[in-house]
Every structure is written in C-alpha cells, then in structure tokens.
C-alpha cells in the first residue's frame, strides 16, 4: 500500500492549476464576421496523385483544399473533370430543382402542411455533383440533409412530398419522421434520424459487395458533428481493415445544429486527416465547387472500384439556412456569416462558370428557376391530394401491423384484434381509416 506521505501536496501547491477548453466560434450574433484564417488557396494548385496511391502519399491533401473552379468563374488544375456542358447543364437543373423543392417544402411546414422540414440551402453541390459521379446503382447511405441524390437520380417528386406529408399515398406508410426517404429502386438506403448509423451499414454493404464479387462500391454522407459518434469510427476501422470498396463523405458544413464544428474536433485538425490514422485515402474539398465535388467523388469512386481501398472525403461548405425548421440560426451565429463566406454559393458558381464559358447566360437561367418552381408548385397540388399533415387521408388504420414479420405473431394478432374492436366502437363501422 502506498504511504499517504508520497501523495503530491494540495495546499500550497506552486504546480499551475489545470484549465479545461471549451471551444467558441469566432462569431456569435452582433460580432463581425472574420473568415480570414482560412487558408483556401488557389484553385487548380493542389496535386492529383494516381487512383492507387498510398495514403501516405497524400498526406498534404488532407489538410489541403481541393479546388477547382478560380475567381474567374474557370475551371483550373488537373482536378478538373473536363465535364461537357449538357452533363453541367443538366447537373445545374438537378440544383435548381433542388432549391425550389426546399422552398415549397419549407412553405408547407410553416403552413402546418407537414411537422418538420430540412433544407439543403449551400449545400447541393456535395449531394447532387458526387452522386452523379456515382453509378447509378451504387448503394448510398445517406442522411437527413441529402435529397439532392434522390432528385439526381430521378426519384417521383410526388413521392418525396407524400412521404413529407405522412398521408396515404406514402409508400412508407408513415412510418419515418417527414425526409427520412427510402427507395430500393434508387439504390437509395433508409434514411435514420439515429446519427452515424448509415456509415457501419454503408462499409458493411460495400465489404457483402466485396464478398460477392459484385462491381457496386457504397457511398455514405455525414455531418463533421456526427463524426464525434462512436460509429464513425466503427465504420472507418473495419473500412480500412477489410478494404472495404466505400466512400466516405464528411459534410463539413461548419455547424451542427447550434454547435459550431470545434466541438467535433475542427480546432485541432481538418476532418479529413482522420483518415491518416486509420490508414484511409483522406481528401479535403472545397464543398462549394460543384467541379471539385465531382472530381474527388469520381477519384474516390475509381479508387474504390480497383479494390485500391476507401476513402474519406471531408466537403467543406457552408450550412446557409437553419439546421431544420425547428432552428434558428440567429440565436447563436452572425447573421452576416451567410453573405461573407468565402467560398461562395454552389449554385451560382456553377451557373457563373457556364456563362463564362459561353454554355449559359442569366435568361436561360431565370426561365429555369421559373420552371422548377412551378413544377414543384403543381407535384405538391397533386400530393395534398392525397391529404396533409391532421386531415385523416392516413395509412389504414390496420397497416401499423403489417410488414414486420412474414406472418404474424399470435401476440401482436390480439392486439390488432384488440385495437379494431376499440376503434368500431369508437368510431363505428364506417370509422375513418379502417
């Protein structure tokens, strides 16, 4: 036992006291905006090592930013995808669309329409121009603030809107909160309000892909707070350990809910070197350039379909809006954040670099953003139709047993006995939603 006598004094002690840090934005709302610590660099500067290298050969691009659209509204570098213009064009709609479709949606919430809503405002180009480097069948796990990948690959509007609303024509059946999408058909996983869950299942459906000799790689997105969870490590260590053929991609988009990104770690480091202590490719992308976004996606993708290994990829971008219409962002940041952040918006800048090169001009651009409003506009008429939020045009009443076991339990048969009598004497024969 050790003597009392060897234990290290208390009072009088000349030793420093200990501090514990808690890390601050560098603005909150009144304060000034100062973005000038951010070493963005000039687009086209960084490298583009070969699909196969070592991750020890890219060390630097883990603390670096990949650009490649410059302030001249032109492509730069050997990053760029050298994309034509009808796939720009077309990937340009896909964020229109987007953007009108978070409009209307958002318009419905506030209108009681629907309980909930989250926009992707500043934040398409890391949905819309990675997936469309992806195969269209390969298997993405997203989260809740990725709904440019269904529009991108061509998911029903309606679809989406029905499941907003909860109402009898979603094919969920009201079983997930309001964007929590689901389509097999779309290679498109569940969405879970449960955060980090989807990378552990997005590595371990790319190692099952693997052990198929499939050719599908998996791509998964999540947020830089969520990486804090104990999942994301799960998924990084068997990713690496098994060579699993995923992507992994961090959207940095500097604020969880109302924690700013230093409370994940952003202060002592870029999100994309943790990819260096498990040994994973790490890449860090300007999440604002729809260019860069493409690239590193399509990278990543090629690198994963050689059984080279996964990647980590960390977007950094700019979460223009609220976290969710239940937010409001001008509790706890400047309001002037938005219009000085420096990398700009993704949507403009993409819409800017077709008119420099000569593949667009502001009229062709205001006639689309007219379009897809009033697509959006009619699809949501069509949709209430089939009810809103607390008007009855509900899944049936005796769905809530189905679909959860092939054939059902005698248990779970009382009960849906039990509830149907409860319910005719309520509401009688004729009750609403039998």
Not at 183 to 198: D, K
Request: net charge negative; glycine share 8%.
């Amino acid at each position: 036992m050790a003597d009392p006598a060897d234990k290290p004094p208390r009072d009088g002690d000349n030793r420093p006291a200990l501090a514990l840090h808690v890390p601050e934005p560098k603005s909150r709302p009144g304060d000034p905006v100062d973005f000038s610590d951010l070493d963005i660099g000039e687009a086209g500067s960084q490298p583009r090592p070969d699909e196969g290298a070592h991750p020890s050969e890219m060390t630097g691009l883990a603390y670096d930013l990949i650009r490649v659209l410059g302030d001249d509204d032109r492509a730069h570098g050997p990053w760029d995808p050298k994309l034509d213009p009808e796939t720009l064009r077309t990937m340009l709609r896909h964020m229109a669309m987007t953007r009108a479709f978070d409009e209307r949606m958002f318009r419905g919430q506030r209108q009681g329409k629907t309980s909930f809503y989250m926009k992707c405002t500043g934040e398409e180009a890391t949905s819309i121009a990675t997936s469309m480097a992806l195969a269209s069948d390969d298997m993405v796990f997203p989260s809740y603030r990725q709904q440019g990948i269904l529009i991108a690959r061509g998911y029903p509007l309606i679809e989406m809107i029905n499941q907003i609303y909860s109402n009898k024509g979603d094919k969920l059946k009201g079983r997930q909160l309001p964007i929590m999408y689901s389509s097999r058909e779309h290679s498109f996983f569940s969405i879970s309000g449960n955060l980090a869950t989807q990378t552990p299942q997005a590595v371990g459906w790319a190692m099952a892909s693997a052990i198929k000799g499939d050719s599908r790689i998996a791509a998964t997105w999540v947020g830089e707070g969520s990486t804090a969870e104990g999942d994301f490590h799960s998924a990084c260590t068997f990713a690496t350990v098994y060579n699993a053929p995923v992507i992994l991609n961090v959207i940095n988009n500097q604020w969880a809910i109302s924690s700013f990104s230093g409370f994940a770690g952003a202060e002592r480091t870029t999100f994309a070197a943790r990819a260096l202590g498990y040994g994973l490719a790490g890449l860090r992308v300007d999440g604002n350039d729809p260019l860069a976004c493409y690239a590193s996606q399509l990278w990543a993708a090629n690198r994963a379909r050689a059984n080279k290994g996964p990647t980590l990829i960390e977007y950094f971008t700019y979460r223009a809006e609220g976290h969710s219409t239940s937010d409001d962002p001008s509790g706890y940041r400047s309001a002037q954040e938005r219009e000085d952040w420096p990398l700009g918006d993704p949507v403009k800048r993409l819409r800017d670099h077709l008119i420099a090169i000569g593949e667009w001009d502001e009229d062709r651009h205001a006639a689309m953003d007219k379009e897809c409003a009033e697509q959006v506009k009619e699809v949501t008429k069509e949709a209430e139709k089939n009810g809103i939020l607390g008007h009855g045009l509900h899944q049936p009443f005796r769905t809530m047993f189905e679909d959860v076991f092939e054939e059902l339990p005698w248990h779970l048969k009382e009960q849906a006995e039990q509830a149907t009598r409860e319910r005719i004497k309520k509401f009688g024969e004729k009750g609403p939603n039998r």
